[in-house]
């Protein structure tokens, strides 16, 4: 068992919910190391500051089980990218250049990405593997709570847990758009890469499939 301070306490738990997903107090005090009491204590403080809610599922056999998940109001305890400005220079951009307008800068965006990946990636010669596991520490690093994993068919999955550029990614799907395109070229010729899970679509995440075409 750990004795740490309530707030990092909570925000362990915040973000167990945020990676992970929905889940019972019983799971999360597995993932966490400490007691469920101490767990739904923590629950129970995140509730009453409006970061967590709940909802009682119904189980074939014995008690409902009490399930917590994120509320809308903790996205403001993970890193937004200065969210705010960047919506209204996308706006501005719009509103100025037009959707073209908008278009051509989005495309110039993903051009100079690119050019910065390639020179923190592994080239083409390296296993699809470590290119995936460099592109997941990068995206990690720009604050996409980025993980990845092997499936067992050999397909490799990016998970993105939070979005940095959530507000200005609803504002223009070209964003996201412009992500696939830069994966596809960054990882190499003889990939392909599928979003399987799109946060602005509701998901709770965003997810790639990547895989040898």
């Given at each position: 068992?750990?004795?740490?301070?309530?707030?990092?306490?909570?925000?362990?738990?915040?973000?167990?919910?945020?990676?992970?997903?929905?889940?019972?107090?019983?799971?999360?005090?597995?993932?966490?190391?400490?007691?469920?009491?101490?767990?739904?204590?923590?629950?129970?403080?995140?509730?009453?500051?409006?970061l967590?809610?709940?909802?009682?599922?119904?189980?074939?056999?014995?008690?409902?089980?009490?399930?917590?998940?994120l509320?809308?109001?903790?996205?403001?305890?993970?890193?937004d990218?200065?969210?705010?400005?960047?919506?209204?220079?996308?706006?501005?951009?719009r509103?100025?250049?037009?959707?073209?307008?908008?278009?051509?800068?989005?495309?110039?965006?993903?051009?100079?990405?690119?050019?910065?990946?390639?020179?923190?990636l592994?080239?083409?010669?390296?296993p699809?593997?470590?290119?995936?596991?460099?592109?997941?520490?990068?995206?990690r690093?720009?604050?996409?709570?980025a993980?990845w994993?092997?499936?067992?068919?050999?397909?490799?999955?990016?998970?993105?847990?939070?979005?940095p550029?959530?507000?200005?990614?609803?504002?223009?799907?070209?964003?996201?758009?412009?992500?696939?395109?830069?994966?596809?070229?960054?990882?190499?010729?003889?990939?392909?890469?599928?979003?399987?899970?799109?946060?602005?679509?509701?998901?709770?995440?965003?997810?790639?499939?990547?895989?040898?075409?």
């Amino acid at each position: 068992m750990r004795t740490e301070r309530p707030a990092a306490a909570q925000d362990r738990v915040l973000f167990q919910l945020k990676t992970k997903g929905p889940r019972t107090a019983a799971q999360l005090a597995q993932h966490l190391d400490v007691t469920p009491m101490a767990v739904r204590q923590h629950l129970y403080a995140l509730a009453t500051a409006g970061l967590v809610v709940h909802a009682d599922e119904r189980r074939r056999v014995g008690r409902p089980a009490r399930i917590w998940r994120l509320a809308p109001a903790a996205e403001a305890r993970f890193p937004d990218s200065h969210a705010e400005l960047a919506v209204g220079m996308l706006a501005a951009a719009r509103a100025t250049f037009g959707e073209k307008g908008l278009s051509k800068l989005l495309s110039e965006r993903t051009r100079a990405q690119l050019a910065a990946y390639r020179a923190r990636l592994p080239g083409p010669e390296a296993p699809l593997e470590k290119r995936v596991a460099a592109l997941a520490d990068l995206r990690r690093d720009e604050g996409y709570m980025a993980e990845w994993s092997r499936e067992r068919d050999g397909s490799l999955l990016l998970v993105e847990n939070h979005c940095p550029i959530w507000a200005t990614a609803r504002l223009c799907e070209g964003l996201c758009g412009g992500e696939i395109a830069l994966f596809r070229s960054v990882l190499g010729r003889g990939v392909s890469v599928e979003r399987t899970e799109h946060l602005v679509k509701g998901a709770r995440r965003c997810v790639y499939r990547i895989a040898r075409a």
